[in-house]
């Protein structure tokens, strides 16, 4: 088919802002160092994900983003066109984010293309 897979991983802006309160309320708690091991940690999934699915022949690019999940994925959908977004759901908090995440409910009313879910336990 020569597709190209692209797998992108939003760091919520979320956990991210929770971590930066904690940063300035705990001196030897490092920011940096937090966002540093939490981008190599998702990189480090995302090589095993390639790996495990042995897909490495395909061309595959990765992008990890900051910011609110849903928004992220939008902009990735708006700038790089594709055909198709596979989604892992997590489902979370209530009854029915249990079910299908809250980022999932809101990507399945906004996205552009087609869009498809799997169940995400292991994944990411």
Do not use: H
């Not at 981008?39 to 609110?68: H, M, Y």
């Not at 999932?104 to 336990?121: H, N, S, V």
């Amino acid at each position: 088919l020569k597709a190209e897979l692209l797998l992108v991983n939003v760091i919520n802006q979320r956990d991210v802002d929770m971590t930066k309160k904690v940063a300035e309320q705990v001196p030897a708690f490092s920011f940096e160092n937090y966002l540093e091991e939490t981008r190599k940690d998702r990189e480090d999934r995302f090589q095993q994900l390639i790996n495990e699915a042995a897909c490495e022949d395909l061309p595959i690019k990765t992008s990890i983003r900051i910011g609110v999940p849903y928004e992220e994925l939008l902009l990735v959908i708006e700038s790089k066109k594709p055909d198709l977004l596979v989604m892992a759901t997590q489902g979370r908090s209530n009854l029915v984010n249990t079910i299908i995440g809250s980022c999932a409910q809101k990507m399945f009313r906004r996205c552009p293309i087609p869009l498809t879910t799997i169940r995400g336990d292991d994944i990411m």
